[in-house]
């Protein structure tokens, strides 16, 4: 392990702070969060679905952007939906956990934009994703190289899901 150093900057009068480790991971404010970005993954969980991401574009098993990603979901591919939670304004992507809890897609928050869009080998950030194994077809099997770390991915995302939906159908909010 190296050491980490930190860097501030400033961009229009509010500051930020990014981690210039050798991990690469951006600190994201949480003021800068959406308030719908729940459930929003950890650290490890973050940097792990990012690391299956990566692997499943190089594949071309990734659809990017809120039209392919609802085009997706109302055609019934099935996969995991990464969105990202520093999105403003937020209405860009309100629809698209409600689509994916209509159809049994588990989709989880991941904190950066800059972050997705890095990882999907693309130099703009991105909003939304769905990794789908097999292809954009959907007619053949996940490459093994992401296969492990996709079935981790989408395991815990399906479980942070229930327990999500059970919390709201109980009338708790979580915060």
Known sequence: MGKSSKKERRESGAMMVEDTAGDGAAVVDAAQLAPIAHPLADRKLAKKTLKAVKKAAKHRHVKRGVKEVVKGLR????GLVVLAGNISP??????IPVLCEDHQVPYIFVPSKEELGGSCSTKRPTCCLMIVPGGKGAAGESHADYKEAYDECFSTALDLNKKLVAT???GVVVA
């Open 168 to 170: 709201a159908a109980a």
């Open 75 to 78: 055609k019934g591919d099935r």
């Open 90 to 95: 937020m209405d860009v992507l309100s629809h």
